[in-house]
């Protein structure tokens, strides 16, 4: 990797440490750009249909909280994944209220064509942090947010990737 540094002696660690977001979240969006040319879908709902597998079926429910979204959005990504064909919802036969979402073959598809990691390249690399670390970089982000103006903690429970 090219030296992120700033040059030798420049003590303004402040815009080392903007690179380093630079190069997350360019990284990110390249990441998903790369799953939409490859598989014809958004790396959030990339990130569904992988839970979805992984699990076989799913509700709205666990599906918001295994990718840390609100269940509203939740709600609205399968709408559109379903409308798409990638989802089909199944009404529990033992209670009419619950609805389970599975993958169709084109939702299967999807998964073989995109490139991994499923879940996008940030969320991957933060799950695989050993716990301390990644409580360390929690202290250490929730200060940053305090110390930001205008910080939208809405966008907490926002996808990343274009849905």
Known sequence: MKNIQGSAGSGNSA???LKLFRIIFKSANRHFHQI???AGIGG?????????A??????????????????????NLLDKMGAEG?????????????VHVMLTEQ?????????????????DALMRLDPATLAELNQ???ELVAGMKGAHAGAAFEPLGKV
Do not use: C, F, N
């Not at 979204?69 to 939740?74: G, L, P, V």
């Not at 990638?86 to 619950?98: A, L, N, P, Q």
């Not at 939702?107 to 969320?123: E, I, Q, T």
């Open 86 to 98: 990638y989802i089909e919802k199944i009404r529990s036969t033992s209670d009419r209220r619950v």
């Open 107 to 123: 939702g299967r598809d999807a998964l073989v064509k995109a490139p991994l990691p499923h879940r996008g390249m940030l969320p």
């Open 54 to 75: 992984e699990a076989d079926q799913l509700t709205v429910t666990e599906l918001a909280t295994r990718m840390s979204i609100h269940q509203s959005t939740a709600s």
């Open 44 to 52: 959030a709902s990339l990130w569904a249909l992988s839970e979805i």
């Open 140 to 142: 250490h982000l929730l």
């Open 15 to 17: 815009l080392d440490v």
């Open 36 to 38: 939409e040319k490859v």
